[in-house]
């Protein structure tokens, strides 16, 4: 449904084979450790518009966490230069993911199950899901091509910016390869689906963290003021320097699990797992949730513990939750985890170097309490519901900090 009659292109929708690994070989070259150094600017731009935008008016964090996160894929996809378009550009996408949403639960589509299906005409009764698709596919196209083709614009211009179009045109110039500019063009389309949902909630998550742990917060802090002090914003460059910072990226990664059952699989073999036969043709639901929470892995699961990542008196520390549980298995593991690991270490640990995060307060004075339910969500992107919190400058200094920010 979604890849054939929808026309989705995004690398999560493609069947194992060439055009898969082919997307899988850009994302390596464009995303790997060493190349997403180049979409630093990007991120700390980012992170500086939450700061001004959480301290003017912190009841709207879910509205600024979305438009910062959705601002960033599309920057980092198609770069900053799209500003007059770019509200349409995130629109369009936005309803892409819809669509992706919607096609992508297992059972919302018997043509999925029977594929003969989709062979009946539009007008035939019970074939609804042909006219959603045949709507579906010319909105999935547009979010693909519009941008696109107006970046590719701009670069015959030379008016480009860096992006991950501009440099993959750029070393694809002296090619004539359609086919290689077909798999630049459909990642750059997918990145927003698969970017920015994720990102915003990493934020969301993190931010109620804040509010329940106030212990947690205050380690984190005296964390940057001891590296960093409160007259600067910290930078990439800073990270080694800050192991409790980057324990806490991990904890909220583990124990909200934002994709609590991952993308589903679907096996191409019959196979036996743990003398459990599984038939081909198959979906397959991996269950990071309780990866995220196995005691054995994570002793006391459900308490949020940033220490566990810091490696014990031997020297230990348990698996790292990206590489196998927050960002899904196996050869299909989330191929933007170390752009989305560096978005969210540089929001962190800017918003903890100049903000207190702290339980609202109601007209009595009294605090709001703030819980979360420990129990797996069936969703594929897990949101928190609305909290409230106060957002308070940490001093003049860290105040005086936020403003310089301004562009
Ligand atoms: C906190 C942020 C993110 C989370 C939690 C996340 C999580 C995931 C998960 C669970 C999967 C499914 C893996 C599987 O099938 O086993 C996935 C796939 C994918 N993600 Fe992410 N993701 C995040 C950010 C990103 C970003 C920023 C990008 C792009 C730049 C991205 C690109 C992809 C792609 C292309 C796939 C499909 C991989 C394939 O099927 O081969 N993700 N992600």
Redesign the pocket.
Known sequence: MLHELVGYF?????RYGNA?KK??KA?RQY?DPASVVKYRYAQTVAAQELLRRLLDSPREYRTHVRYVASNL?MG?AYGMELEANFDRYVALSEVVVQIFLKVSRPGAFMVEYIPILKYIPSWFPGAGFKNFALEGRELVRQARDVPFDDVKRQLTMGNMQESFVSNSLLDLANTDEKEDIQVVKD?AG??FA??SD??T??IEWFLLAMVMFPEVQKKAQDELTKVIGQERLPEFEDRPELPYIDALVKEV?RFFV??PL????YTTEADVYEGYYIPAKTTIM?N?WALMHDPEEYPEPFKFNPERFLPNKEGKVPRDPFLGG????????????H??DA??FIMFASILTVFNISKARNEKGNEIDVTYATTAVPKFFHHPPFFPFEVNPRSEAALRVIHDTMP
């Open positions: 995004g690398t999560a929708a493609q898969w997307h899988r994302y995303f894929a980092i990642i997918s990145i698969a970017g994720t990102t909630a990493a990664l934002i994709t991952a993308l589903p699989h991996g990071s927050a960002f899904g298995f196996g050869r299909r593991i989330c191929s933007g985890r752009l989305a978005s969210i």
